[in-house]
Nanobody, 121 residues
Framework: QVHVVESGGGLVQAGGSLRLSCVVS????????MAWYRQAPGKQRELVAS???????DFADSVKGRFTISRDNAKNTLYLQMNSLKPEDTAVYYC???????????????WGQGTQVTVSS
């Protein structure tokens, strides 16, 4: 069983910062790619940022230069540092982890329950 738990969301004024964390626990061989998604009311879930196990990163155009993604592989933890927040960043933020249970390279995706980020104008 794998558990994915996000934390760090909250209410912040425009221009402020938040740092989200995502801890993955359970019995598995390794975590491959990890990513942050978000879903605003009435909109589809969208990819915000992703990182490979080797540390390569990618960002949605809307957050480039403002958000940073990082991971601590020893702690199975993913972070999202969000700076210069805008009201349009308001959404529920979800962590996604691609888990390799046995070293075979076969990956299973796991999602957390999400953490609410609200940016006031």
């Amino acid at each position: 069983q794998v558990h994915v738990v996000e934390s760090g969301g909250g209410l912040v004024q425009a221009g402020g910062s938040l740092r989200l964390s995502c801890v993955v626990s359970g019995s598995f061989f390794k975590i491959n790619d990890m990513a942050w998604y978000r879903q605003a009311p009435g909109k589809q879930r969208e990819l915000v940022a992703s990182t490979t196990s080797g540390g390569s990163t990618d960002f949605a155009d809307s957050v480039k230069g403002r958000f940073t993604i990082s991971r601590d592989n020893a702690k199975n933890t993913l972070y999202l540092q969000m700076n210069s927040l805008k009201p349009e960043d308001t959404a529920v933020y979800y962590c996604n982890s691609a888990v390799d249970f046995d070293g075979s390279g076969r990956l299973s995706p796991y999602w957390g329950q999400g953490t609410q980020v609200t940016v006031s104008s």
